[in-house]
């Protein structure tokens, strides 16, 4: 991944009055809704903090802008510096009425650019929120619309075909290997445009700006026409935003009001919800919804994405020693945005998982964005042991797809989280230490590392505690994993992962690296009987009871190994995956039908095979791959092990291996006390990017 700041450059001579948008590496998103949209501009750099450039981007840069020939857009630019990552999920969510260009600097190499494209379609991919209702092979009802763009073509010297366009080598298998890892989930277009972004009137302009009429036509084509009163709206924001101030936030119940009383006393809550997805889809106005905040209208998204969040999470902003922890006082945050309600501000910042404020000193907040700290208590040492027998145990937590860095600023979240659910426990709260890439937590007798690791790959949980304490460190290592299980539904809905195991004794010993358990040694063992696993790295074996729940009898012996653990536990995103699989006809029958005879289910066959197999287009049909795994799911038998059987039995290793590969290798149920006090901590806030599912909730 390149770790190059951004390079700002104007390309206004391809949307005129859209100013300093880097075309180094970027994503962007047109939302063509009605007569407007939204382009927003993101710069894969995984370095925690870029350099100062006057000519970046503060967080998220706003603007209404004309393509020539094409139509009015607004345009969301997107700082590349990855310190912003963590607001990214709440504006750049679901919206099937957007076009999301891909842009990358064809001065990097070819391996740098697939990373990159790779990032943040991947990013794109995992705000999708799976839907219930599974689809013939696993289709998304509106899947998101993405450009790829290739810049600096004139830099590198690319030659010109005849007709006068550039002509790239790789553009074929830059193509083909992104629409292979994402052609399921993103609706990729066929062709890669290759530019000179500084060449307005250059004919591959010209294809781009056609490109995008063709799809905005075909976008607006499928949205209900601006209403007169959604005009009248649009009219009136100005002056509702003048009344507002330095605060462009409103109670989604005062704009309701606010509607009725000055512009349309008839008009109904549901109908404002229709039309307040307009305004949205316009890049009018935002609405945020979370267990802390509830159903908040922001008037005038240019406010928070530059103003606030472009100042309280500048690098150039001054920094005190307490800085350097992510640790801010009330009055600090307060004089970079002097005019506004910091109290409320704060509020909304927190229910975007940004900061937390400290419930024991109510005048902190911790912005684990901002952390410069560095390479403290990174790892445990055996002094810190102190002549006590400790038990280890620790996950990792990594994509089951797409070898790619987490995105949305994850991690920073995460650290949110935990602080809040830190600062949460009684009487005194627990110890709680911060660094740029870890979080330290004493809890209970027991202490907890959680750590972002191969190069951002994977989030890394270490647990460990007294050797009569192994209980109380099984359920804080539990807890954690559902903290983050959570966070990861809520902020990336869309991104499946699983957890590996690390070896207890390597981490008992301090020896790096560690060896990494995962679920094909697990299901391999449990298939041969045995319930232990060799450390090659070691030489020596480890118990399941060991690697799984620090030695305890009581949680290992209440708990459930992957090939026995139901069928009905998988989750959504998995069976999703296996309908893209079995449900399309296989030419030797190795498909879903074979699959409900040998599973006993002949019934389904006929009440869900489709005319030659093939399900019309514009009509929903549901998976039978979903239905045959709902169906077999009633019997008490139905295990994710017999399942992957019986795929293999069928000849369809693909669906087995991936079953394997994202399967739980361990489920315990454990009746504790206080074992949901968690619960409130993990905001999962949700931009009205999704207003369906924010408003109505």
């Known amino acids: 991944m390149s770790s190059k700041p951004s390079v700002s450059v104007s390309i206004s001579n391809l949307y005129p009055g859209c100013e300093n948008v880097s075309v180094r590496s970027r994503s962007m998103m047109f939302e063509p809704s009605l007569t407007k949209g939204v382009l ?14 006057d000519q970046s981007t503060k967080a998220i840069d706003i603007q209404n802008a004309n393509i020539n020939g094409v139509g009015d857009f607004s345009v969301w630019e997107f700082s590349g510096n990855p310190v912003y990552y963590c607001s990214y999920d709440y504006f750049a969510a679901n919206d099937n009425t957007a076009i999301h260009a891909v842009l990358f600097s064809l001065e990097e190499p070819y391996e740098t650019q697939l990373n990159q494209v790779t990032f943040w379609l991947n990013f794109l991919k995992s705000l999708i929120l799976p839907e219930e209702n599974i689809a013939f092979g696993g289709r998304i009802k509106h899947p998101l619309r993405v450009v790829l763009v290739a810049t600096h073509a004139d830099i590198v010297n690319l030659p010109r075909a005849f007709g006068g366009e550039f002509g790239y080598d790789k553009e074929m298998s830059l193509l083909k290997e992104v629409r292979t890892r994402f052609g399921n989930d993103l609706l990729i277009s066929e062709r890669l445009f290759v530019l000179d972004a500084g060449a307005s009137s250059s004919k591959d302009m010209k294809l781009l700006r056609n490109h995008l009429q063709e799809l905005r ?23 509702w935003r003048k009344v507002n101030g330095p605060n462009q936030l409103m109670s989604w119940q005062q704009f309701v009001i606010d509607v009725q009383e000055q512009i349309n006393p008839l008009i109904s809550e549901d109908d404002l919800r229709d039309l307040a997805f307009q305004l949205h889809s316009m890049g009018d106005i935002n609405i945020m919804q979370s267990e802390t905040v509830q159903d908040v209208v922001l008037l005038d998204p240019r406010w928070l994405c530059s103003s606030v969040l472009g100042k309280i999470l500048s690098i150039e902003t001054p920094k ?174 869309g991104l499946l992962t699983v957890k590996y195991y690390l070896s207890p004794q390597q981490l008992r010993e301090h020896h790096e690296p560690i060896m990494i358990y995962q679920p094909r040694d697990f299901f391999r063992a449990q298939a041969q009987k045995e319930s232990s696993l060799t450390n090659t790295m070691g030489g020596y074996k480890e118990s399941f009871s060991s690697i799984l729940g620090f030695g305890c009898a009581e949680v290992y012996h209440q708990g459930t190994l992957g090939m026995d653990i139901h069928i009905s536990d998988i989750c959504l995103l998995v069976r999703r995956k296996l309908s893209r699989l079995l449900d399309p006809p296989d030419a030797m029958g190795k498909d879903w039908c074979l699959l409900a005879m040998n599973l006993g289910l002949t019934d389904l066959v006929a009440k869900h095979s489709t005319q030659n197999g093939t399900p019309k287009e514009g009509v929903f049909h549901p998976s039978p791959t979903a239905m045959l795994i709902q169906e077999w799911s009633n019997s008490a038998e139905s295990t994710v092990g017999i399942f992957m059987a019986k795929l293999r039995e069928l000849g369809r290793r693909d669906a087995a291996d991936f079953l394997l590969k994202s399967s739980s290798v361990f489920k315990v149920n454990l009746e504790v006390n206080g074992r949901e006090t968690y619960g409130s901590t993990c905001n999962g806030g949700t931009s009205y990017n999704s207003i369906s599912s924010v408003i109505s909730r």
């Not at 040492?381 to 990594?398: A, C, K, P």
């Not at 027991?446 to 190069?455: I, R």
């Open 40 to 53: 927003e501009v993101f710069s894969p750099m995984h370095n925690s903090h870029s350099t100062a450039d």
């Open 217 to 239: 036509n075909l976008i607006i084509s499928t949205c209900p026409p601006m209403t007169l009163l959604c005009e009248k709206i649009i009219s009136t924001l100005p002056s």
């Open 320 to 493: 005190a020693i307490q800085h350097y922890r992510g640790r801010y006082r009330i009055e600090e945050v307060q004089s970079l945005v002097s005019e506004s309600d910091v109290d409320e501000l704060v509020q909304i910042l927190d229910a975007m998982d940004i900061c937390a404020r400290d419930l024991n000193n109510p005048t902190m907040v911790d912005i684990p964005a901002l952390i410069k700290t560095n390479g403290l208590h990174r790892s445990w040492t055996e002094e810190d042991e102190e002549d006590e027998v400790l038990v280890y145990g620790g996950v990792r937590i990594v994509p089951v797809e797409h070898l790619t860095p987490f995105p949305c600023g994850i991690f920073h979240k995460l650290q949110v989280n935990l602080c809040r659910w830190s600062h949460q426990q009684k009487p005194e709260g627990d110890d709680i230490r911060l660094w740029t890439n870890g979080v330290k937590i004493t809890h209970g007798g027991a202490e907890v590392m959680v750590l972002l690791v191969n190069h951002g790959q994977g989030i890394e949980v270490q647990v460990r505690g007294l050797e009569q304490e192994k209980i109380k460190c099984y359920l804080l290592l539990d807890l954690i994993c559902s903290v983050i299980d959570n966070l990861m539904a809520t902020t990336l809905p």
